[in-house]
């Protein structure tokens, strides 16, 4: 619509965060794809006033590094000119910019171009305003829910863990049942443990921050897991992706799930979690084997894990392969 409005044959918008590196390019022009974060930053660089191009030469106060790399995304785009204008919205660092192949854009269209920049700067504020109170409220949320963990879920189990630490001490050394609760003594620690880092998580991180390697955190998952219930779990990740900290969280659920269904419901002894993605998609597989006859003979639906998946805009398949159970989760990644 931008573009249209003004007759321009590029209309291109950078956004990031202010006093940040790197943000994202939105435009009407195939090559922006291509140009991604380089371009971005070259246009956020910029100085935060109108700027007009036109062939080798930057009219404006730019500094000599920014005009260079908005001369080689102008070469690399084949642009012929194209002005660049600031968005100023609170919070964000943002520039509008009108670009031409085939013919130039002149000085005197910045009096209208830079009255639509206004315009478009206003909308922005509005959408950053929305954006940042949803937010906060989703932090306050998030320490409300950690509060009442705390309270009503972590509790339980510390007092779970006491009266079976208490009871092992009443027991001699030699006797039958100490293996038993050692135990069930280390899986009620370990899910102090999970709770406690949850809650952590929840009262720190911002609802949209981004997190590192997944694979990394799926390895320590599986060998915690391991070394509660004797079933091995191998982690194989064919490429690193790395996912917003809410996807992560709802991903390690996930897996946590299906290794909890292979402990509950087989016998087997080993299990393996492959991680990769394809086309903007997490590719997940969940697979045991065969461990003997399953405990259950009815169909197996992961329903917890389906509603997950569903939730996240993803779908699940269970296979048999080569007597293996095989779940199959793929998610649009976040």
Known sequence: ???????????????????????????????????????????????????????????????????????????????????????????????????????????????????????????????????????????????QISRDLHDSAIQPFIGLKLGLEALRRRLGKDDDLVKDLDCLIAIAGAGVGELREYVGTLKAAPASSAVGSLASTVRRQAKKFGALYGIEATVIASNEVSISAPMQHEVIQIIREGLANIRRHTAARHAAIHLGHRRGKLLLEISNDHGGPARSRSRFRPRSICERAKELGGQVRVKRRNGHTVIVVDLPIQ
Not at 28 to 57: I, K
Not at 64 to 83: H, I, M, P, Q, T
């Open 1 to 143: 619509m931008l573009r249209a409005c003004v007759g321009a044959e590029i209309c291109l918008i950078a956004i990031g965060e202010s006093g940040e590196r790197g943000g994202v390019l939105f435009g009407t022009h195939e090559a922006t794809s291509e140009c991604g974060s380089a371009a971005s930053q070259a246009l956020l660089d910029l100085p935060a006033e109108a700027l007009v191009f036109t062939g080798p030469l930057v009219h404006g106060a730019a500094t000599r590094g920014a005009a260079a790399a908005l001369a080689a995304l102008a070469a690399r785009s084949e642009l012929n000119s194209f002005v660049c204008l600031p968005l100023s919205a609170d919070g964000l660092n943002a520039r509008l910019c009108f670009a031409n192949v085939h013919r130039s854009i002149t000085s005197a269209q910045l009096a209208e171009l830079t009255r639509l920049a206004e315009q478009v700067s206003t909308v922005m504020k509005s959408i950053h305003f929305g954006a940042r109170l949803a937010l906060d409220l989703a932090r306050h949320e998030r320490r």
